[in-house]
C-alpha cells in the first residue's frame, strides 16, 4: 500500500500498494466477533486495491471490521487487469487504468477513457450484488490510491444512491466535463475522503482538490486529513471507516 520510503523514480509506483496493509491488520487481529444482530440485512462492500497490487492482498482488511453489524456483509476484493502503465515508463502491471505522472497532483492529466471503461466493469459488480437482493443502501465502495480515483468515479457515475463511497490517498480521475453525467440519485452517496498530509506519491493537495470539485457537482464529502501519513492506510483511517459505514447499515426491518 505505501513506500517505506519513497524513491524519486517514477517506478518506484510498483511497491506502493503492496505490505502495509497486511501490516496494519496483524496489530489489530486481538478482536473477536460478537453475534450478528437478527436486524442486520445483508451488505456488501466492495475493495478496490492500488496501482500495482491484486485483490487478494488486501483481502484482510475485513478482519479488522469486528462489530457486529458486519457479519451479514459480503465483502469483494477484485484485482485489476495487467496494462502498460506511462508512469512507469509503459511496464505491464495490474492498473485499472493509465497513470500519467508520479506524484499525482491536483492538474495531472486523466486518462478519462480508461476510467469509464474500469467504471462499466464496477457497476458490473454492484449490479450483480443488487440482482443478489441486497438493499443499495448497505452498498459500500471502498478504494486505495489508484482504486480510490476509481471508487469516485463509481459512485458518482452509478445510476442510484448507495450505502457510500469511501477513498483514501485518491484523486479525482476526470475533469469538470463528467459533472453532467452524474446522475441525480448517485450525488446523494455519502463520500468520505481520506488522505495523510505527508503523501509524496498522490500529493495532499490532490487529496484537498476533490471537495471542491465535488461541490460544483452538489456533491457533499467528509474530508479527514492525516497528518504525518505518507502514501499508505493507517490503523486510525481502518477503524473511522468501520464506524462511518457502521451509522449507515440499513436494518432488515
Not at 452517496?189 to 476533490?210: C, I, K, N, Y
Request: hydrophobic share 40%.
Amino acid at each position: 500500500m505505501d513506500l517505506i520510503t519513497v524513491s524519486t523514480k517514477p517506478i518506484a509506483l510498483l511497491t506502493i500498494t503492496l505490505g502495509s496493509t497486511i501490516f496494519f491488520i496483524l496489530l489489530l487481529q486481538s478482536h473477536t466477533f460478537s453475534p450478528k444482530p437478527d436486524s442486520m440485512a445483508r451488505s456488501f462492500v466492495l475493495w478496490l486495491h492500488g496501482l500495482g497490487d491484486s485483490g487478494p492482498a488486501n483481502e484482510p482488511i475485513k478482519t479488522l471490521f469486528t462489530s457486529p453489524e458486519f457479519r451479514n456483509t459480503i465483502w469483494k476484493f477484485p484485482s485489476a487487469p495487467s496494462n502498460p502503465v506511462t508512469c512507469n515508463y509503459g511496464s505491464v502491471m495490474p492498473s485499472w487504468f493509465d497513470i500519467h505522472e508520479i506524484p499525482v497532483t491536483a492538474d495531472s492529466p486523466k486518462d478519462e477513457n480508461g476510467v469509464l471503461k474500469a467504471v462499466q466493469n464496477v457497476h458490473a459488480m454492484i449490479d450483480k450484488e443488487l440482482a443478489a437482493g441486497t438493499n443499495p443502501k448497505n452498498i459500500f465502495v471502498c478504494g486505495f490510491s489508484q482504486g480510490g480515483a476509481l471508487t469516485l468515479a463509481s459512485v458518482l457515475l452509478y445510476p442510484r444512491t448507495l450505502g457510500g463511497g469511501a477513498v483514501f490517498s485518491g484523486w479525482v480521475p476526470f475533469n469538470s466535463t463528467m459533472i453532467e453525467q452524474m446522475p441525480a440519485d448517485a450525488k446523494k452517496t455519502p463520500l468520505l475522503w481520506s488522505h495523510g498530509m505527508a503523501d509524496r506519491t498522490v500529493l495532499f493537495e490532490a487529496g484537498q482538490a476533490g471537495p471542491p470539485f465535488l461541490e460544483q457537482a452538489g456533491v457533499s464529502c467528509e474530508f479527514k486529513a492525516y497528518p504525518g501519513l505518507a502514501h499508505s492506510i493507517s490503523n486510525e483511517e481502518l477503524r473511522y471507516l468501520e464506524s462511518w459505514i457502521k451509522t449507515r447499515l440499513q436494518s432488515s426491518s
